[in-house]
Every structure is written in structure tokens, then in C-alpha cells.
């Protein structure tokens, strides 16, 4: 795939938003689901036990050295207290092989400045001493849900009824819908100028819901892809992966450690989709307090992959109860909302937990966990299905997510 070796100095202003401006050629495989598109063992969590197995070409270390070293950063840190927030590995995926090969490493980091906060992502390869993209976009919350509330729509499913029984492993795939605004001034009515969607798979251990329904703690790790609309004047849409692990408390969010993906992993409207958050020992059967998230787009063959180490971050609690598959407007601070954008019936399948073999059908059938509708100021903007059994006898599952409302709510 032709790369950008070069600093993109494109840019599209958000309020303090600089977005690098991506150009690249697209490499397209078929669906993993199609007849004889790939090797019918060559699933999604062999892909990810095969990533693990590979290694990790660089260090997080030699990542954030080469990074921090680069005139790109420099720049793009000026003015601003600049916070490391970990590293993602992207691979190249052959399925039809079942082969994986790592391609690059995308190194995060928050940018804190007087108006907001910011992700900052250097796409890189230390062994080759180059920098392929450096992009700034906006960080999100991606948080937990309850049955009411302003940015969530979907499940979040338990094992057993009083949510004692540890889960560790989730997975759902989904197609990348098509956002948009529907007319000026749409997205850019007022700040933060975009309507922004997102889409994820996750692990969770309470049912924390941010700043207006909290509990004693709570945390999350999840993966997946947002959709954004921005609008200064004119309006344009983009798409990205990323994964997050945030803690928080009664006291509200204490950690957030958010990330993109490499720029070598752009999702496009109507890419198929899977997302896993797993703990070590599902993901490739060893012992440890490491969770993976692994996003995978099977239409251009890479994915995206992250290492969460509880012992390196900041007031977790290490064991999850919930498996999450949630649809949502993000917040964009403590107090603030991104709009929705317009875009159509949104979709998860094969929504599955605990380890491949198990879906989260099972789970739902017997009541366990909660679901979630969207509202905003007392109006439900959304209707989340119930989740039913894939044709087949299979317990995977999947749903439905209604969406009452389009831009501007």
C-alpha cells in the first residue's frame, strides 16, 4: 500500500481541532465471510492469538523514543503539556493464508490545551527511521451504560445473574455505516463543530456511566470504529479505529487511556468489522494480568492491536463483568456532547463473550445484564432490538440498533 512518508501539513480546523488530511491508494480483499474468501479456520480470535505469537516488532520504549525525537512532534506539541497514552501495532492480514505480519506502530498522546483535550498520533517505523502520518483528533468517551442514557445504545451482558462470574473475553463484527449531516448548519450549529458516532465491543466491571450515574468504580476496555462529521463551514466525514482502557469513580473519570489506530488502518463506509477484547490467557492461552483489543477491517486486511497491562495503569481493579456491544455519541469532556450524525440502521452479528465457542446469546436469553436506549433531553433517540439467535442453531446472537433521530441532537 503507497504511504505518505512525509509530515501531512493539511490540515481541517475543529475549533482546536487540527485534523492531518489522509490520501491514500485502497487495497481491497474479500469479505472473510465470503465463499471461499479465506480459510474457513481462520477466525477472528486465531488472528488475534496469531498477532500475539508474532511479537511485537518494536518496543513501546523504541516507539516513543523515535517519536519524541522527531521535529513532528515537536511541533505539533507546542503550546500544548503533551501526555504519552501507549502505542497500537498494526498488521497486515493475508486471510486466505491465515498469515498476519506486522506493518507499523502508531504512538499516542494527549494534548492538553487551555480549550480541550486532543489525541495525537505519529504513524511510524523505528526500523526503517520513518514517520509515515502525524495526525490530531478529538479525544472521546467511550464510556459505560445504564438503561437510560444520553450517549449509549446496546447490551452490556453478564454470565450470571448478580454479575459475580468473571468475563474476559468479547467479540461482535459489524459493517461501517455512512454518516453524514443533513443540512447547514447541521454539525456545525454550535461546539464542538462535528457530529461524531462510534461503535464498540468491550469488557467492563460495573455499570459506571460517566459524570451523571456513577458508582463506587468502574472501569472499561474497549475497541471499535468512529465516524465523524465536521463542519467549518462546509461539511465532510471521517473515519478511524481506536481502543480505549478508562477507570473512573464517584468522583468521575480518573484515567483515560485513548488511542488511534495507524493511519495504514482507515475503516470505510460499508468495511466489514470485527472487534475482541480479551484477556491473555483467551486470546493466546498464557497466564497474566494483560487485556488485548484487536480491531480488524477483513476488507483492506489489517488489523489494529493494543496491550492493556493492569499493573501499568492507575486505579484499576483488574477482574470484568460485563460484556459490552454499544453504539453511541461520544462525550467530548465532562459536560459535553458531540451531535449524532444522520446515518442508517446500525447492526451487530456474532455477538459473542466469555471465549469464541460461547456466544452472548445464551447470556441474554436467560436475563442476565442490561440494554440501553439513547436520550436526549427526555426524548428517546434510539431502540435497540432485542438481541435474537443467528439462523443455524448457532447461541452467537445479534441486534438491531434503531435510530429515531439524525443530526443536531
Known amino acids: 500500500m503507497p504511504r505518505k512518508d512525509v509530515f501531512d501539513s493539511g490540515r481541517f480546523m475543529f475549533g482546536s481541532l487540527i485534523i492531518g488530511l489522509l490520501l491514500f491508494s485502497t487495497v481491497t480483499i ?18 488475534g492469538k496469531k498477532i500475539l505469537d508474532a511479537g511485537s516488532k518494536v518496543s513501546e520504549q523504541a516507539a516513543r523514543t523515535f ?30 493464508n491465515c498469515v498476519v505480519s506486522w506493518h507499523d506502530v502508531s504512538v499516542n498522546y494527549l494534548l492538553s490545551g487551555k480549550d480541550s483535550t486532543t489525541v495525537l498520533t505519529i504513524d511510524e517505523n523505528p526500523t526503517l527511521g520513518v514517520i509515515y502520518n502525524v495526525s490530531v483528533r478529538p479525544e472521546i468517551y467511550p464510556q459505560i451504560s445504564t438503561q437510560s442514557s444520553e450517549t449509549y445504545s446496546g447490551y452490556g451482558i453478564a454470565a450470571n445473574s448478580d454479575h459475580s462470574t468473571e468475563v474476559n473475553y468479547s ?31 468491550g469488557l467492563q466491571n460495573s455499570t459506571y456511566d460517566g459524570p451523571d450515574h456513577t458508582v463506587s468504580k468502574g472501569e472499561v476496555i474497549q475497541t471499535g470504529t468512529q465516524g465523524q462529521v465536521g463542519c467549518n463551514p ?20 480518573k484515567y483515560n487511556n485513548y488511542s488511534y489506530c495507524a493511519s495504514s488502518f482507515i475503516p470505510q463506509p460499508g468495511d466489514e468489522m470485527t472487534g475482541q477484547v480479551g484477556s491473555q490467557e483467551i486470546i493466546n ?3 497474566g494480568n494483560t487485556y488485548y483489543t484487536i480491531l480488524t477491517d477483513w476488507n483492506v486486511g489489517y488489523s489494529c492491536e493494543r496491550a ?96 429515531n433521530s439524525s443530526a443536531g441532537t
Open 30 to 47: 474479500l469479505s472473510a465471510n465470503a465463499a471461499g474468501a479465506s480459510s474457513q479456520n481462520c477466525t477472528s480470535n486465531l488472528i
Open 171 to 201: 467479540t461482535a463484527y459489524w459493517y461501517v455505516p455512512t454518516v453524514s449531516t443533513t443540512s447547514s448548519p447541521g454539525c456545525g450549529s454550535t461546539p464542538p463543530s462535528s457530529c461524531e458516532f462510534v461503535a464498540w465491543v
Open 67 to 96: 517519536a519524541e525525537s522527531s521535529s513532528q512532534y515537536q511541533l505539533s506539541t507546542a503550546g500544548f503539556a503533551s501526555t504519552f497514552s501507549g502505542i497500537a501495532n498494526d498488521w497486515e492480514i493475508d486471510s486466505r
Open 308 to 403: 492493556y497491562t493492569f499493573s501499568n495503569h492507575h486505579g484499576t481493579y483488574g477482574k470484568e463483568y460485563f460484556a459490552d456491544f454499544f453504539a453511541e455519541r461520544p462525550q467530548c469532556g465532562s459536560t459535553c456532547y458531540f451531535a449524532l450524525p444522520q446515518f442508517s440502521n446500525f447492526e451487530f452479528f456474532d455477538v459473542g463473550m466469555v471465549n469464541e465457542a460461547t456466544g452472548a446469546y445464551t447470556y441474554y436469553n436467560f436475563g442476565y445484564g442490561f440494554g440501553s436506549y439513547m436520550f436526549n433531553s427526555q426524548t428517546q433517540d434510539t431502540t435497540t432490538k432485542p438481541m435474537i439467535e443467528n439462523s443455524g442453531g448457532s447461541t452467537y446472537g445479534y441486534f438491531y440498533e434503531d435510530w
Open 234 to 253: 462546509s461539511c465532510t466525514s471521517a473515519y478511524w479505529g481506536w481502543s480505549d482502557y478508562l477507570s473512573a469513580n464517584s468522583n468521575g473519570i
Open 285 to 287: 492461552g498464557t497466564s
